[in-house]
DNA sequence: GGAACACTTGAGCAACTGTTCAAGTGTTAT
DNA sequence: ATAACACTTGAACAGTTGCTCAAGTGTTCC
């Protein structure tokens, strides 16, 4: 009976094979939201758009060539999961990525996505100037 | 006109501050495409329980209370996207987490969401025992 | 060979998501 | 106070996604 050896999977063995519950319920379902409100493209851009620092709606929109609607609701989104920061300025309202926790989300997926061929020098060195 | 300590941002501003195309517009895809398949509670409970080690559909499907052709589907969207790894073992076929980087990007996602409030020394100590 | 087991797959339907449009809020300039 | 600017928001519609069911594939056992 090698079970260490050969993971074979009869009946009796899913009931010693017990596992546990590692996080609790609520904790899943929020990195689920995090994961859900970057799994879009556009709202990707707009992280990595953000991780070279602050930008106000319209910048974006222009950098994009999107509608200042479009932008506004993608941020709200990103918003509404806590991955950006907002501060007004004036007319402005500018955004930023949250903090280096989500700076590194989006790094090590798009590190992984493009296997070592991007340069990301230039990326999320300025979260933390927060000030 | 303090620019550097007053990111302000009027349309002449705009112009200046360019921002750069950091990744291949394919790698931003892809990435979302990862998140995307994360960004469900049922599939990313379905990775913190691969992260424990392998198991067969079987033995997911019970563990989770879900019939056979539910879990299929939902492992068939992260196939999809590469995150998990699948052997055959007999009449069972055995999924896993792809590799230490989908294990890493589940764990600080987890860790985030839950605010150091888990126990997570059990998971994905066994992504490398692929032998 | 045939039967049983362990999945996989395509289709169908309900539920969700993203964009656009039109109307609204808050700030600055006159 | 009025106008202009810089967004934000709710509703509506199209496109997408996830689950269930029924039929299919591949493997083992007899």
Redesign the interface.
């Known amino acids: 009976m090698p079970k260490l050896i050969?993971?074979?999977?009869a009946p009796q063995?899913?009931l010693t094979?017990q596992?546990?519950a590692?996080?609790?319920p609520?904790?899943?379902?929020?990195?689920?939201?995090?994961?859900?409100?970057?799994?879009?493209?556009p709202?990707?851009?707009l992280l990595?758009?953000l991780?070279?620092?602050?930008?106000?709606v319209?910048?974006i929109a222009?950098?994009e060539g999107e509608d200042l609607s479009t932008i506004s609701q993608r941020l709200r989104v990103l918003r509404n999961e806590g991955l950006v920061s907002r501060r007004r300025?004036?007319k402005?309202i500018?955004y930023g990525l949250a903090d280096q926790?989500v700076a590194?989300?989006?790094f090590?997926?798009?590190a992984?996505?493009?296997e070592g061929?991007?340069?990301?020098s230039?990326?999320s060195s300025l979260v933390t100037h927060k000030e």
Chains 1, 2 share one sequence.
Not at 6 to 9: G, L, S, Y
Not at 117 to 120: C, Q, V
């Open positions: 050969d993971p074979a999977c063995d899913h094979r596992r546990v590692l996080v609790q609520g904790a899943i379902e929020r990195a689920a939201g995090i994961f859900r409100a970057m799994g879009d493209g709202r990707l851009r990595t758009l991780g070279q620092g602050e930008a106000c319209t910048e222009t950098a300025n004036g402005h500018l926790h590194d989300l989006v090590n997926a798009l992984h996505a493009s061929r991007a340069d990301l230039r990326f």
